[in-house]
T-cell receptor
Framework: EAEVAQSPRYKITEKSQAVAFWCDPI?????LYWYRQILGQGPELLVQFQDESVVDDSQLPKDRFSAERLKGVDSTLKIQPAELGDSAMYLCASSFWTGRGTGELFFGEGSRLTVL | QKEVEQNSGPLSVPEGAIASLNCTYS??????FFWYRQYSGKSPELIMS????GDKEDGRFTAQLNKASQYVSLLIRDSQPSDSATYLCAVKGGKLIFGQGTELSVKP
């Protein structure tokens, strides 16, 4: 069964360091999402790509976060410098359908970040 | 007012009972509605989608949508301990917004 691949699964870093997460969506899925989920809360959208273009990055803290999907396939989310409040699960998801079906997301296993 | 609101729970039901999970949303233009299940430490997985007013059944799960009341619910019949998880309501208007989730505990 096709899956969304993410790495690393776990990352522990000290504040002010740089962190990077990688995601490879299900083959053929044009839409890719990065979500952040703080414990006890629902996922919050950070950035949405349609192919290689950013569709929505309104909630991405652009002073420290960046995301790219250069060839419209895999994607990288970077944080520099990391802050204590960035500790969370970073979820990558992809979807195939456009329009109203774009809500049927397939999530990767997530990358859990702990900032010390 | 949050865009998508759910009771955080925990909701505790005995095995075999019906679990009822509720969600309200603020954007009247929302067109698509989804329920995701998230086991502890795992990522969300889609279990139901509903686009029209009324009920949609899939096995033990029934999603109900009332756009006039801006309300969507999920019923789980014959609840099993394996249904114990957090259930996330997600609503799509211009973008997909998740609620904070309701934790469900099914006691044997």
């Amino acid at each position: 069964e096709a899956e969304v691949a993410q790495s690393p699964r776990y990352k522990i870093t000290e504040k002010s360091q740089a962190v990077a997460f990688w995601c490879d969506p299900i083959s053929g899925h044009a839409t890719l999402y990065w979500y952040r989920q703080i414990l006890g809360q629902g996922p919050e959208l950070l950035v949405q790509f349609q192919d290689e273009s950013v569709v929505d990055d309104s909630q991405l803290p652009k002073d420290r976060f960046s995301a790219e999907r250069l060839k419209g396939v895999d994607s990288t989310l970077k944080i520099q410098p990391a802050e204590l409040g960035d500790s969370a699960m970073y979820l990558c998801a992809s979807s195939f359908w456009t329009g109203r079906g774009t809500g049927e997301l397939f999530f990767g296993e997530g990358s859990r970040l702990t900032v010390l | 007012q949050k865009e998508v609101e759910q009771n955080s729970g925990p909701l505790s039901v005995p095995e075999g009972a019906i679990a009822s999970l509720n969600c309200t949303y603020s954007d009247r233009g929302s067109q698509s509605f989804f329920w995701y299940r998230q086991y502890s430490g795992k990522s969300p997985e889609l279990i139901m989608s509903i686009y029209s007013n009324g009920d949609k059944e899939d096995g033990r799960f029934t999603a109900q949508l009332n756009k006039a009341s801006q309300y969507v619910s999920l019923l789980i019949r014959d609840s099993q301990p394996s249904d114990s998880a957090t259930y996330l309501c997600a609503v799509k208007g211009g973008k997909l917004i998740f609620g904070q989730g309701t934790e469900l505990s099914v006691k044997p």
